[in-house]
């Protein structure tokens, strides 16, 4: 398995998986693992089997399901001997929520997601929340307003357990994309959730 290193040896870890569509070196990846990086985040982003199977072929390839990339994320967790937040983009946020309602890791303090799949696209009626209630750790879901898996008049119907924390990102897509007609740029969505994250992360591993 893959795994990049961004950030001090010594900084609170984040353990990212990328979503089901694009690798960890995806722009969206990049970008806020070297803005993490830049805050004293040490970020270890890797890609799933299944995707490193499809950058080293060229072929393409659907995720795997659930039990094994949760099975992967685990084997990956127990690398580390340090408190850690874990978390990913889409699908891969999803998994480190399903992992954690499912599994007891002492040292996962938290969970991060950056547009999380709420439900897959144009089926808002299959809802993906009924372990989220199950999770003991603290849950941070950073969400675009207009996320067509998600958006903010949908999920707050949702009753979410009280304790979750939600990051609205005015006007954003799945990608936490605005359109231009906002006045607000991909640029400083994706510099409001690495602000946000650090602050999140840094929290959940010095305080619990």
Request: glycine share 8%; hydrophobic share 40%; net charge neutral.
């Given at each position: 398995m893959e795994v990049i290193f961004n950030g001090p040896e010594d900084g609170p870890l984040?353990?990212?998986?990328?979503?089901?569509?694009?690798?960890?070196?995806?722009?969206?990846?990049?970008?806020?693992?070297?803005?993490?990086?830049?805050?004293?985040?040490?970020?270890?982003?890797?890609?799933?089997?299944?995707?490193?199977?499809?950058?080293?072929?060229?072929?393409?390839?659907?995720?795997?399901?659930?039990?094994?990339?949760?099975?992967?994320?685990?084997?990956l967790i127990n690398d580390f001997e340090q408190p850690m937040?874990?978390?990913?983009?889409?699908?891969?946020?999803?998994?480190?929520?399903?992992?954690?309602?499912?599994?007891?890791?002492?040292?996962?303090?938290?969970?991060?997601?950056?547009g999380y799949p709420f439900h897959p696209q144009g089926k808002p009626e299959k809802l993906r929340v009924e372990h989220l209630a199950q999770i003991k750790v603290p849950v941070a879901i950073l969400q675009g307003t207009r996320d067509k898996l998600g958006n903010q008049e949908e999920v707050t119907s949702y009753c979410l357990p009280n304790e979750f924390l939600l990051h609205w990102l005015e006007d954003g897509d799945h990608d936490l994309k605005p359109r231009v007609k906002s006045g607000l740029t991909h640029t400083q969505h994706i510099q409001s959730s690495i602000d946000y994250l650090a602050n999140y992360i840094k929290q959940c591993v010095f305080t619990h």
């Amino acid at each position: 398995m893959e795994v990049i290193f961004n950030g001090p040896e010594d900084g609170p870890l984040f353990v990212f998986a990328h979503g089901a569509g694009a690798p960890l070196t995806s722009d969206f990846m990049q970008a806020v693992s070297l803005g993490l990086a830049d805050q004293g985040i040490r970020v270890a982003r890797f890609n799933f089997n299944y995707m490193q199977q499809r950058v080293d072929t060229g072929s393409r390839r659907p995720p795997e399901r659930a039990p094994k990339l949760i099975e992967q994320f685990i084997q990956l967790i127990n690398d580390f001997e340090q408190p850690m937040v874990i978390g990913g983009k889409s699908m891969g946020g999803r998994m480190a929520s399903l992992l954690m309602a499912e599994h007891t890791l002492p040292q996962v303090k938290g969970v991060a997601c950056l547009g999380y799949p709420f439900h897959p696209q144009g089926k808002p009626e299959k809802l993906r929340v009924e372990h989220l209630a199950q999770i003991k750790v603290p849950v941070a879901i950073l969400q675009g307003t207009r996320d067509k898996l998600g958006n903010q008049e949908e999920v707050t119907s949702y009753c979410l357990p009280n304790e979750f924390l939600l990051h609205w990102l005015e006007d954003g897509d799945h990608d936490l994309k605005p359109r231009v007609k906002s006045g607000l740029t991909h640029t400083q969505h994706i510099q409001s959730s690495i602000d946000y994250l650090a602050n999140y992360i840094k929290q959940c591993v010095f305080t619990h």
